[in-house]
């Protein structure tokens, strides 16, 4: 079956410090990979992706993740955190079977708290 | 963000009530879903659909049904609420096609069973 792994339920950090937020997958032939994020009180937006190409994808705002298939990881990073990147943090992926029928897949969640 | 609305945000309703969530979104996209939030479970799929009319279960769907006659909105209805359907809902929309893998979300409905 499918699954996505978050090992970390809550991560605090102090605001300017890097973060990692690891998520990992069970392994399949072929994936896509979403990192969403969810501020207090609102629905889940999509912070980045992964579905072909360079391993390495960024957002607009600092965070990057990392495709690694040999690990079947896609940890989230960020070198210097702020206040407001407060949220909670999903992993989530698909498979590919073509036609757009995929559903995706969640894991728990990340918290992170940035701390002054 | 794809113009989607859920209504209502807040409700409360008392165990063996039927209750009804609405979603609507404005981007003509062919999928839709229903998920539900829960502290240490993170998001699990209810229901889908992937057209008017045809719709499929998800992981969590028993107690739950849904329903699409326009593609801009499909709804979620608990037929008889118990207190386990206490939870936050979510809805999300999906383009379709070649390409098109990522959801869009809501702003979500709170759901408490008294």
């Known amino acids: 079956a499918q699954s996505v792994t978050q090992l970390d339920s809550q991560v605090p950090v102090f605001e300017e410090a890097p973060v990692e937020l690891r998520c990992n997958y069970s392994?399949?032939?072929?994936?896509?990979l979403f990192w969403y994020v969810q501020y207090p009180n609102q629905g889940l937006q999509l912070l980045l992706k992964?579905?072909?190409?360079?391993?390495l994808v960024e957002s607009i705002n600092g965070f990057e993740a990392e495709f690694n298939k040999s690990q079947t990881s896609f940890h989230l990073r960020k070198p210097s955190v702020h206040i407001s990147d407060t949220a909670e943090y999903f992993c989530?992926?698909?498979?590919?079977?073509?036609?757009?029928?995929?559903?995706?897949?969640f894991g728990k969640g990340t918290k992170l708290t940035v701390n002054p | 963000d794809a113009g989607i609305t859920q209504s209502p945000r807040h409700k409360v309703t008392e165990t063996g009530t039927p209750v009804t969530l609405r979603c609507h979104q404005t981007?003509?996209?062919?999928?839709m879903y229903w998920y539900r939030q829960d502290p240490g479970h993170g998001l699990r799929l209810i229901h889908y659909s992937y057209g008017v009319k045809d719709t499929d279960k998800g992981e969590v769907s028993d107690g739950y049904s849904v329903s699409r006659s326009k593609t801009e909105d499909f709804l979620l209805t608990l037929e008889s609420a118990t207190s386990s359907q206490t939870s936050v809902y979510f809805c999300a929309t999906k383009a379709g096609g070649q390409g098109s893998y990522e959801q869009y979300f809501g702003p979500g409905t709170r759901l408490t069973v008294t």
């Open positions: 392994s399949s032939v072929s994936v896509y």
């Open positions: 992964y579905l072909s190409g360079s391993t």
């Open positions: 981007e003509n996209h062919r999928y």
């Open positions: 989530a992926v698909t498979y590919p079977q073509g036609g757009g029928s995929e559903k995706l897949v």
